[in-house]
Nanobody, 128 residues
Framework: QVQLVESGGGLVQAGASLRLSCAAS????????MGWFRQVPEKEREFVAA????????YYADSVKGRFTISRDNAKNTVYLQLNSLKPEDTAVYYC?????????????????????WGQGTQVTVSS
């Protein structure tokens, strides 16, 4: 069982930056693929980014590529999402996710079904 706890959300102005953190419990964190999804009310959850078990591969949604960076520290059981150049359309609840799939084809990370564990979410609000 893996428990995920996000932190770092908040209210910022457009163009600002935030760093989200996700602390994971469990001894097998270093073998898990990790990622982030986001959701706005009345819309489906949207893939944001993913990182392979050892951090060697990263994947991003086109909407955030070049602005967001995912990273992990396996010694600290933590995954990060650096959000730069934030836009009002980035406003959402951001969820940290984990899967026992260590790495896979890029298209698979978008599939909600491969993510076994979800955090409770952290709100990011970007004002214009």
């Amino acid at each position: 069982q893996v428990q995920l706890v996000e932190s770092g959300g908040g209210l910022v102005q457009a163009g600002a930056s935030l760093r989200l953190s996700c602390a994971a419990s469990g001894r097998t964190f270093s073998s898990y693929g990790m990622g982030w999804f986001r959701q706005v009310p009345e819309k489906e959850r949207e893939f944001v980014a993913a990182i392979s078990w050892n951090g060697s591969n990263t994947y991003y949604a086109d909407s955030v590529k070049g602005r967001f960076t995912i990273s992990r520290d396996n010694a600290k059981n933590t995954v990060y999402l650096q959000l730069n150049s934030l836009k009002p359309e980035d406003t959402a609840v951001y969820y940290c996710v984990a899967t026992n799939v260590g790495d896979t084809y890029a298209a698979n990370w978008y599939r909600i079904g491969i993510w076994s564990y979800w955090g409770q979410g952290t709100q990011v609000t970007v004002s214009s």
